[in-house]
RNA sequence: GUGGCUGUAGCUCAGUUGGUUAGAGCGUCGGAUUGUGAUUCCGAAGGUCGCGGGUUCGACCCCCGUCAGCCACCCCA
């Protein structure tokens, strides 16, 4: 390590990526608590019994991805790499299923340690919604509804397309994987080895492999579709009918498969063509069985996660911050005058700063790349007259304001 | 974990077949201008050429290793 570096695939957050970071929180806060949700946290690390346990033995998350370590007392702890899990052992931990439906939401930093690429890094952040205790479609409508509704306010609406499935329930599961598993057994050695491996682990996987091999197997493959049970078809058709009625828009995708094994009937993602391989924006899924077998009371649940950093590749520009006042005293008896005037400016909810030195010309200078809209000049004489000079950086004229009158030409209309 | 491409100033990049003291633009700082910015002019600072080793009289340049970035595979948000 010759020059200080951060660690492999993280990332400081400076300016525009903050601003860009702070906007899709705060648009998806906005937008969560409209729809009743509220705010839960949960630690970024939890024993490694959580992860492994939930997410799936034998999925390459758990395998080879997780950041997991001994603490000092010889737990062996792990760095979330993703958001449900924790939330389900918090529901669990504080007895939470007393106060059903919940409906929440969170937001944080998530770690897989993955070999770094666009849109993929070891350190990320995702935002996250869940519903505990509805079984009903209503919920995966409505959770659909907000992603998109989310999407949609950051401007992504034409970028991204919905992608829509089902895995059934368990029962229905079930029955499809035998028959997979026996239609993939029949052509085995025309699948890629990744594939034959999965074959014993996961099928459902092999579904959305990229492998030019795997594909043609499975273009001949039985349809998740033709297995359903009559509950999960009815499911099924609800939650397209409710996203019918709101006119939310989706693709059906008979290869979409979730990543982790708690899912069940609904699966879905909001996909992009403007990430490269990253195409996943948006996505998740039902999981009635996950609490379940955390050891919790049977409860039902849906959710998503959203990738931050990739919703902030897709967005045009940060959102502009508001333009500052800028103080220029010029003297000693003005700097001590700024910086009571700096005090009021702030206290009335302006954006004010003062520089701490140079003259005039320095400062003005510097008013102009803090990107200022409005300096206010003052020096011996405007103290006398009891004015300030408030000069307009943009326009270049200057004008003559009583002292008492600043606040008012500030924030209302007349200088702004 | 696998593969491809790339590492030269804060940023974007030049740098001849291996040959003195490694350059430019932007940015930064200072000055022209101690009460007026963004335009202009002058000047300055800033480099272990990612790091380590090797070849050579001599390496930014060739070779090996290593670290990192980007992209793809895998996987996923």
Known sequence: ?????????????????????QHIIEQFRRIAERYTYTQIDTPIFE???????T????????TKEMYTFDDRSGDSLTLRPEFT?????????????????????AYGPMFRHERPQKGRQRQFHQLDVEILGVAEPQADIEVIALGAQLLDTLGLA???????????????????RDVLVDYFNDSRDRLSEEAQERL?????????????RDREVVAGAPAMSD????ASADFFASVRTGLDQLGIAYQLNEQLVRGFDYYTHTAFEFTTELLGAQSAVLAGGRYDGLIGTMGGPATPGIGWGSGIERLAMLIDEPPAVDRPVV????????????LTLLQELRHAGISADMGAKGNVGKRMKQANKANARYVVLMGDDELDAGVVTLRDLDGGEQQQVARGDLMAALSGGDAA
Do not use: C, W
């Open 158 to 176: 034409g970028k991204v397309t919905l992608e829509l499935n089902t895995l059934g329930d368990s029962e229905s599961r079930i029955a499809y």
């Open 200 to 212: 014993e682990r996961n099928p459902l996987r092999i579904l959305d492999s990229k492998d030019k």
């Open 1 to 21: 390590m010759a020059k200080l570096q951060p660690v492999r695939g993280t990332h400081d957050l400076l300016s525009d990526d903050i601003r860009r970071h």
């Open 227 to 230: 297995y359903l049970n009559e």
């Open 47 to 53: 024993f490694t019994e959580v992860f492994n346990r």
């Open 85 to 105: 899990a924790g939330i389900a052992r918090a529901f669990i931990s504080n007895g939470l299923s007393q106060n059903l439906p919940l409906k929440l939401y």
């Open 327 to 338: 103080i220029v005293p010029v003297g000693d008896r003005a700097a001590k005058e700024g």
């Open 55 to 62: 997410l799936g033995e034998t999925t390459d998350v758990v």
